[in-house]
């Protein structure tokens, strides 16, 4: 009945993957099965993807600009309603469920840093908001790994929201929505402080130019091929782990807003930069010179998204890639996220050094995403993508280069 149903929805299946909608089907009937054996009631089945950053780096949590974009690579969930008063979601890669007491929403110290915080979290935003939620089971399998660059975390997420919406709501959570929810969950419950541009790319699909200047982000969708202009985007991992470099990623942050504090901001998108530059030496008096400068990255940084925004509109590669390029020399020199503080080990600024000495001319390449680990990412042309991918899977191992698409569609549930 199930390998039944689901040849049934191969159109849902070709739209969402393409011409490797077989071997995802295929993913999904291995999620049908256990999820059989494990629960045996009714399900229903869920996509998100995963998200490459295209402009826009570290901009997002002092209410910048960005430019996102989903990719065919995706978490997918069967998922139906259970008794009891638990969610028990059982996830590829685990020994043991994740089993979520749905009756205390309260913060759980000792689960932070755990997919249950994150169940728990975002059920306790649905409850505050009003929104209905209830116990539920479900079998998870992901092609977004952990480490990736391409926001597994934010693809977990917004899946919780798309199950638990669709389960026991109306289905009608908009992406912006989603992403507020499930970046509550990750700050709050998690303990992680994060923008909101994973989960907005990841809810929403497709690319997106999005400004977080108001509490609810303005999104404004593109449509580009870089495909069909003879490019393909890869992201490099280089084998270096995220693994204790939270307090990294949360130094960006917190030293951005102690700048705009100094001018009696809460975010540097409401200080003015001409005030900023003039004021430097008042500045070095209270906060570090690192700070002054990852303030510098971000007024540069933010202001070039609109400007590689235009230049896709106006199929400007030239000055895309430009821009791109400049983007991960701020990132490098002002932000400074390419390697941990005092940290020998640099493999992001070896990948962007080699994609540069491959690359100069012909494409474009910058860190991806937090840094200081994992990824970057390049565009290639067509013609030097196999020479790319060997040069680098020879330096950080087989496999590290990903060959992305954009996806259209965001969180969703598929109507099979």
Known sequence: MVNERLLAGSDVFKKLYGDAWEKNALRYEVLANEYSERFGNEMRFFSAPGRTEIAGNHTDHNHGRVLAAAVDLDTIAAAGRIEGNEIVLYSHGFDKPFVVDITNLNVVEEEKNTSCAIIRGICARFVQEGKPIGAFGACVDSTVKGGSGLSSSAAFEVLVVAILDHLFGSGDIDGVSNAIISQYAENVYFGKPCGLMDQTA?????LTAIDFKDPMPVTDGLTYDFASKG?????????????DLTDCYASIPQEMK????F???SVLREVNEDEFIEKIPELRKVVSERAILRAMHFFNDNARVPHMTQALRDDDLNTFFSHSIASGESSW???QNIYPEGSCEQSLALALALSEKMLSGKGAWRVHGGGFAGTIQAFVPND??????IRMDKVFGQNACTVLSIRAQGAIELNI
């Open 202 to 206: 990841c809810a929403l699909g497709g």
């Open 231 to 243: 490019y393909k985007l890869v992201v490099v991992n280089t084998g270096s782990s995220h693994d």
């Open 258 to 261: 102690a700048v705009a504090g």
């Open 263 to 265: 001018f009696g901001k």
């Open 333 to 335: 020199k002002l932000l």
């Open 384 to 389: 030097m993508l196999e020479a790319f991918v």
